[in-house]
């Protein structure tokens, strides 16, 4: 079975400071590790993913995640962070199988101070 | 190319009615999964189809159903509704092979229903 933690429901900073957004994952298999964006009142957006490739994987908007699998984590990290980045962050994990099976986390709200 | 679109945005309903939400996929897609988000949480799978069949899904019971047609366009019926149904409702379209999981999806704007 398969399962994501998103370690904070809500993560406030100051603009221009780092944003860092945790997230453990469970899987039995290689799992795809996936981070979307859903700003209020917009569709869910894909900002990266991981797909057993590179286990740093850069995203848009300066987002970029790494993969460790000894620390079962795909924490999101953003160096600076933008006005415009306030919004809800979804990790997203997916195991291979005979249909594509996606667990959501529950959600972190990211929360950017001027 | 057109993204993925749901119709209707808003819905209303009361508790017994039925009702059929639809999804779009975006072009060249063969595959749609639903999606229900209730207020504050994370999107919970209800279903995938795939060239027109259900090959996957979640802990939703048989009073959600769905459709899939030959132009990957898709239905979601829900009966019987109850007041626990209220939520905003995504559809997801994706490429390739069945079960690839490192398919991206791309999601619709969603249909928030209402439950009175």
């Known amino acids: 079975a398969q399962s994501v933690t998103q370690l904070d429901s809500h993560v406030s900073v100051s603009e221009g400071t780092p944003v860092l957004l945790r997230c453990n994952y469970s899987?039995?298999?290689?799992?795809?590790l996936f981070w979307y964006v859903q700003h209020p009142n917009k569709g869910l957006q894909l900002l990266l993913k991981?797909?057993?490739?590179?286990?740093l994987v850069k995203g848009i908007n300066g987002f970029e995640a790494e993969f460790k699998k000894s620390e079962t984590s795909f924490h999101l990290t953003k160096p600076s962070a933008h006005m415009s980045d306030a919004a809800e962050y979804f990790c997203?994990?997916?195991?291979?199988?005979?249909?594509?099976?996606?667990?959501f986390g529950t959600g972190t709200k990211l929360q950017v101070i001027p | 190319e057109t993204g993925v679109t749901q119709s209707p945005t808003h819905l209303i309903k009361t508790r017994g009615q039925q009702v059929t939400l639809r999804c779009s996929s975006q072009s060249g897609h063969n595959t749609v999964s639903w999606y229900q988000q209730a207020l504050g949480q994370g999107p919970q799978f209800i279903f995938q189809y795939y060239r027109e069949e259900e090959n996957g899904r979640g802990n939703f019971p048989p009073r959600f159903s769905g459709l899939q047609f030959p132009n990957y366009s898709s239905e979601l019926n829900v009966n019987a509704l109850e007041l626990d149904d209220s939520a905003l409702y995504l559809c997801?379209?994706?490429?390739?092979?069945?079960?690839?999981?490192?398919?991206?999806?791309?999601f619709g704007p969603g249909t928030r229903l209402t439950v009175l």
């Open positions: 991981y797909t057993s490739a590179a286990t």
């Open positions: 997801a379209s994706s490429s390739g092979l069945a079960g690839g999981s490192t398919d991206t999806q791309y």
């Open positions: 997203v994990v997916s195991d291979p199988g005979g249909y594509q099976k996606v667990t």
């Open positions: 899987s039995s298999y290689s799992p795809s």
